[in-house]
């Protein structure tokens, strides 16, 4: 039944007192239900009266709906890893093809995905002494430096944008 009416177009997310239909399955532990709605992309992180669905299908003592709800909860993470390294690997093919900007910016975007990566602002850091900004190349080698200080890497764009900027 439930299937028929998102099938029909009933909305996924309503709110009751309760919380949402997500909430009422995982707060049952009718596994099937709460299958059904996150296929129909149900938000499980919506919070009602301070609860999430994940929250109530411990409540309820529903190990088939935790672990579900878990497990949908890591997929957007392993998403973000995928594009993140797809742009790494088309920052790279453009670096060699020596598109310093289309790089730069293929960086930029992977770095908003995973902005603790120092490969990444040493590379983007490449990318801005290619073009001639120094500037720019000295913000990303610091930070690089910073989360890996004794790494040689990060030393030597350091000292590449310093250079550039004539400041050594």
């Given at each position: 039944?439930l299937e ?6 009933a909305y ?9 239909p ?6 049952e ?6 299958k ?9 992180n919506?919070m009602?009266?301070g609860?999430?669905p994940?929250m109530?299908?411990?409540d309820?003592?529903s ?13 957007p993470?392993l998403?973000?890893?995928i594009?993140a390294?797809e742009?790494i ?6 670096l060699k ?14 770095m908003?995905l995973?902005?603790?990566d120092a ?9 801005w002494?290619h073009?001639?900004?120094?500037r720019?190349a ?16 990060a030393?030597r764009?350091q ?7 004539k400041?050594a």
């Open positions: 039944m028929l009416f998102l099938a029909k177009g996924v997310d309503p709110v009751a007192a309760h919380g949402t997500l909430h009422g399955a995982a707060g532990g009718q596994y099937g239900a709460v059904i709605l996150l296929d129909h992309n149900a938000d499980y919506k009602v009266n609860v999430t994940l109530a299908a411990r309820a003592n190990t088939e709906c935790i672990k579900l709800l878990v497990k949908v909860q890591e997929e993470m998403k973000r890893e594009v390294s742009l690997s088309l920052g790279s093919i453009s093809k020596k598109d310093y900007a289309v790089a730069a910016k293929l960086y930029s975007r992977a908003q995973d902005p603790d490969v990444l602002f040493s590379d983007r850091s490449l990318c002494l073009m001639g900004d120094g720019k000295l913000l990303d080698a610091n930070k690089c430096r910073k989360m890996r200080p004794h790494w040689p890497k030393c764009r000292g590449e944008a310093l250079m550039l900027l400041v």
